[in-house]
């Protein structure tokens, strides 16, 4: 198959998150595979393409889920679309997170805003095998109510999962007020609310740039070494194939060696962290 090649596919559902987040479900052949952490690159006709990380888990078959938060050309001409339209991908790309060297471990998941999507296929694929993993725990921000995502979710995970969700500010985007009785600070504070200790766990780190050094710094102090810290520089993924070079970091490339990269890997890396 041609690396360059997009393929037609037909969006099978849309779902929509909050006020510019919508999950697209994008139908594909059963024997399209792909590992938690990687992305397709999505095109529209005469519009441009762009990189989006699956979030559906590698065990749904016959479609892959995308997150897309309407932010730019390609994404606002997809938002457009509905169930029936024809979009083109081409991938899956990049390394994804791990599963099966992590299995018996805990798991503390770190999340910030869009840092969600990328992970949610992940975080559903261990739930669904809970035997396999040590203790699990989902540690979710987000600027606002509104901008919370997958909220239908959030129920079952909190049966399934330690799981804690706050806000920066409990308003809504605009600035005006809400309702909300839940926790208001920064993501990455939920740490201090654990009740055990999580030294021995894999951290994975997902979210705006701004938060990495912070939450890096976090799981270091509670006893974390940086092999057992995961992170995803999808802000860098670009053409996939690693031929325009814009998501060249030193000698790593985003859309080859990551978007996941073990922050040993990566910590002495200008620009990467």
């Known amino acids: 198959m041609n690396i360059y090649q997009p393929q037609k596919r037909t969006i099978m559902k849309v779902t929509e998150l909050n006020y510019d987040t919508k999950v697209f479900r994008i139908k594909v ?20 393409e762009a990189p989006i990380s699956i ?14 938060r309407r932010v730019g050309s ?10 029936g339209d024809a979009i083109y991908i081409r991938g899956p790309y ?27 296929g992940h975080i559903n694929y261990v739930l669904a095998h809970k035997e396999d993993f040590g203790r699990v725990t989902i540690l979710y921000g987000a600027r606002t109510p509104a901008d919370l995502l997958f909220k239908h979710e959030f129920d079952d995970w909190k049966k399934r999962a330690n799981f804690l969700v706050t806000v920066d500010a409990a308003k809504n985007p605009d600035g005006t007020p809400c309702h909300w009785d839940g926790c ?11 009740t055990y200790p999580i030294k021995d766990a894999v951290g994975i780190i997902v979210g705006p740039p701004v938060m990495y050094k ?44 990551g978007p ?9 890396l200008p620009e990467a962290i």
Do not use: W
Not at 226 to 245: A, F, P, W
């Open 214 to 257: 912070f939450a890096i710094k976090r799981f270091k102090e509670a006893g974390m070494e940086d092999r057992q810290i995961y992170v995803s520089l999808e802000r860098l993924m670009k053409c996939g194939v690693g031929k325009c070079q814009h998501c060249q970091i030193n000698h790593k490339y985003c859309c080859l060696d």
């Open 184 to 194: 208001v600070g920064f993501g990455v504070a939920l740490i201090d609310k654990l």
């Open 94 to 120: 990049g390394v994804g997170f791990p599963l099966d060297s992590i299995k018996g471990k805990d798991i503390v998941y770190l999340l910030g805003g869009l840092g969600l999507p990328p992970v949610r």
């Open 29 to 48: 052949s059963r024997g399209f595979t792909h590992q938690p952490g990687q992305f397709v690159e999505l095109s529209v006709p005469g519009i441009g």
């Open 74 to 83: 390609v994404t606002n001409a997809v938002h457009k679309m509905t169930a």
């Open 260 to 268: 996941v990269f073990n922050y040993a890997e990566v910590k002495e």
């Open 55 to 68: 979030c559906s888990s590698p065990e749904e078959k016959g479609y892959i889920d995308l997150c897309i």
